[in-house]
Structures are given as structure tokens and as C-alpha cells.
């Protein structure tokens, strides 16, 4: 059979199945996989993790052979095997979404804020006008933070220096940070002020390394007033680039001028930073931006509301605030795929059309994972028992067992490093950190830890939601 046969039987197979299993399930298990070989009597379905793998043979198999028997009567064997995206791509037929209410996309948050940027954006700082104090909530998540930022504002360069801003994805770290800068631009035309994103940094210090053009670089950095390095996480193992940052770092300091820097976790959390550029950025104010409460969030969108000089019913916006919870980003796009929809569709508000539109940013209230939960996905996952997990031996293969459930743990349960160390038998902290850290970094260089990662984090993520 050529790959065309083979495409169009795995689909006539999977149309079978489709009517017999949930949608969720099919589309879950059934994605990523595709017929990549026949034989007389054997048919080889690959899939691109071993839980699609355990999931296919164990409870599927039977439904596969069901309709192999009706389209394929000559197929005795189904073998089952694990293969990269890549090659079962070759001999895939996508799955075609289900039929979800038609929404009118608005375009992603990111490529919003990139088009908007581009706009609103100043050359000579690098700021985006949109950004400013006045249209900024302040609540209890980010008064410490707003304070310290108003501080800075009214004593440059000698209060808080450097202010260390940090909080999760989408809570307004940059909104902070650039507000700050267009407010010393209003104040002073002649200060100097520079805002760059930390992955943008890195790549033009390693540019600038490779043609020979460092100094330059450096020097145009040391004659700011005010430096603003947003998602300094991103220069985490990031050994060469470190060094030239703290130079910069070090004679803007010297000198009395302000740096700004954001990152998505506290400097302590931050890995592979070196020892003196983390007390250098701990040295100064260190502020968390937390997430905002019920009350914060309404406002927020009152405010959006009122800068777009439009209005939504109280019980849809509560209805919003209610379900959106975590992130301001997403607050607002939930809000803006309900004005567009609405004003597109000429049709008045509803609260039951609100939440069919949202249906995609609402997803099913998530169930708490707890350790245990890790622990037994790891454990089934590598074959090893949860005790072998737990436990002491050093050998190779529990090591990395451990490790892996360590590292999930703090990144996708976030649990704290102590918190970790207690599911170990009283492990000390540092132990956890080295691991997540070890983790972290193998998984840069070793595809296959970091497919397995994905297949484990994917399956929890699953359970979480079904
Ligand atoms: P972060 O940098 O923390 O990932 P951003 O600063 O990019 O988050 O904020 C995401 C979006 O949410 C931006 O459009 C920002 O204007 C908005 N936003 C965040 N916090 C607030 C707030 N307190 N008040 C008004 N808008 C906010
Ligand atoms: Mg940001």
C-alpha cells in the first residue's frame, strides 16, 4: 500500500471508532497517530507518546480491530509503536475540528500587542505609548509593586535601585514597567531611556560578540539615565551574555542610574544565574505583582470598557470576572472577542451568547493535582514503582524518575521547593532545586526527555480536565 492508501484506511478506521468514543477522547487519543505500515497481515499505528501508545493498545485496540475486520478483512496483527511527529505526520490524515459555535476571532493577545506596539511604539526609547499609570488598576496584587514604581518615579536612580518587579505571565509586569518609563519621558524630554526585552538583549549581545562590536554596544547602553530589562528569567544559563549585562549593570549603577527589571519569578528562582548578578538584583527593591481579586478584576474591565467608550451589561461582565481568574491578558481578550463578536453580528448582549462565545477561554474549572497524582503518572510512565521513586537508590534510572516528578511538581503543579522536599521523605530544598535545575537544563539538549516530559505534563494535563 502506498502512503495515500494507508492515509485513507487509518481514516476510514477512525471514522469507525469516532461514533463508538467521546469526542474529547477521540480527539486526545487520536491525533497524533497514523498507519505507517502494511504488510500482508499486519498493520503498524504510530503515535507520538507512550500514554497515546498505552491508551491506543489497551483500550482502543478492540474498536481498531472491530473496524480493521470490516475495511481491511486480511489484517490479523496490529503492532503499535511510538514515533516523532515528524514521521507520523507523512502518513496522517488531520482530525477535523469539532463543531464549535462560530466565533469571530479576535487576533491572538500576542500578535495584538506586536501590531499595536509596532503603532504606538518610540523609537528613541523603545516605549509603547499605551502603557501608562492612569490606565492602570491598582488593587491589593499590585500596590506594593505600583508604590514602589511611583517611588522610583519621584527619586531616580537613588531609591530603589535596581527595582525588581516580578509576577506570573499576563499580570501587567510589562504595563508596569513601560508606564514607569513614558511617565519619566512626560517629565524629563532629555532623559535617556531605553526599554528592551531580555531575549532581544541576549541576541544583540551575541550579535554584537560575533562582529567584534561589543564596545559599542556598551557604550550606548552606558549613556541611558534609565534602563528597563523586561523578562530577566531569559537570562537564565545564559553564561556570556551575563557577563556583559553586568557590566552594563554595574556602571549605570555606579553612576546613579536607574534599572528596571522584570522577570516572571523571584531572582532566587531564576536558574543558572550567577551568584553576584542575583545579589546584585536583590540589592535594591524586590516587589511581586500576585493576581488580582474578584473586585480588581471587574475593574479592569470597567476600564477597558470605558477606554474603548463602549459598555456591557454588569451580569456579563461579572460573568467574565467570575471565570477568568488568572490572567489579565486573558480577561482582556475574553472581553474582546465579546465586543467584536457582538458589534460584528449586530446583536444585543446576551449573557447566554457570552458564554457560548467564551466557551474557548472558560475551560472546565480544573481539579487540583496533587503529588501523588505526579508520582503514579511517572511511575506508570517509566515502569518504576512510586516507592523505587521515592526512595534513596542513586541508580540512573530512579534518579532521573525522581527528578522528573521533582521538576513537574514545581513547574507545572508549583509547588514550593520545601513543599517538594516533604513529598521526598523531608528532602532538603536545595536537593529539589539542583534537580529541577538538572532537569531543566537536560531537557534543552536531550529531544527525547523532553518528549517524554511533554507526554507525562499532556496526560495530566488531560486528567486535569476530564
Ligand atoms: P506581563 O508583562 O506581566 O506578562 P502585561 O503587562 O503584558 O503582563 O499585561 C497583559 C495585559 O493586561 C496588557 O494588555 C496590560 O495592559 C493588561 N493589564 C495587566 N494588568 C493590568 C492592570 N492592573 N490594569 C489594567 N490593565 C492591565
Ligand atoms: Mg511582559
Known sequence: ???????KLWKDVMSEIELNISRANFVTWFKNSAIIEKTKDTVTVATNSNFAKEWLENRYNKYIKKALEKLAPEIENVIYKVESIESIQKFQTAIEEGKKPEVVKTKKPAEQSESLSKIAQDPNTNLNSKYTFDNLVVGSHNELAHAAALAVLDNLGSKYNPLFIYG????????????????????????????????????????????????????????????????IQFLANKEKTQEE???????????????????????????????RLRSRFEGGMVADISLPNYETRVAILKNKLRE??????????????????????????????????????KITPSIELSKKLLEDFIKKPKK????????????????????????????KDLVKARQITMYILREVVKLSYPAIGEVFNHKDHTTV??????????????SVLNQELES????LNYDVFN
Open 1 to 7: 500500500m502506498n502512503t495515500e492508501e494507508l492515509k
Open 168 to 231: 506570573g505571565v499576563g499580570l501587567g509586569k510589562t504595563h508596569l514597567m513601560q508606564a514607569l518609563g513614558n511617565a519619566f519621558r512626560q517629565s524629563n524630554k532629555k532623559l535617556n531611556i531605553w526599554y528592551i526585552n531580555t531575549e532581544k538583549l541576549v541576541n544583540d549581545i551575541i550579535g554584537a560578540i560575533r562582529e567584534q562590536t561589543i564596545d559599542t554596544v556598551k557604550k550606548q547602553y552606558k549613556k541611558l539615565d534609565i534602563l528597563l530589562i523586561d523578562d
Open 245 to 275: 549585562v553586568f557590566h552594563i549593570f554595574n556602571t549605570l549603577y555606579d553612576a546613579n542610574k536607574q534599572i528596571v527589571f522584570t522577570s516572571d519569578r523571584p531572582p532566587k528562582a531564576i536558574p543558572g544565574l550567577e551568584e
Open 308 to 345: 474603548k467608550k463602549t459598555n456591557l451589561p454588569d451580569e456579563i461582565i461579572d460573568y467574565i470576572a467570575q471565570n477568568i481568574t488568572n490572567n489579565v491578558r486573558e480577561l482582556e481578550g475574553a472581553l474582546n472577542t465579546l465586543l467584536i463578536n457582538f458589534e460584528v453580528k
Open 368 to 395: 487540583m493535582v496533587t503529588p501523588n497524582d505526579v508520582l503514579k503518572l511517572v511511575s506508570a510512565f517509566y515502569d518504576i514503582s512510586v516507592d523505587k521513586i521515592k526512595g534513596e537508590s542513586r541508580r
Open 433 to 446: 532545586m539542583h534537580s529541577c535545575k538538572k532537569i531543566e537544563e537536560e531537557k534543552l539538549k536531550d
Open 456 to 459: 507525562i505534563i499532556e496526560k
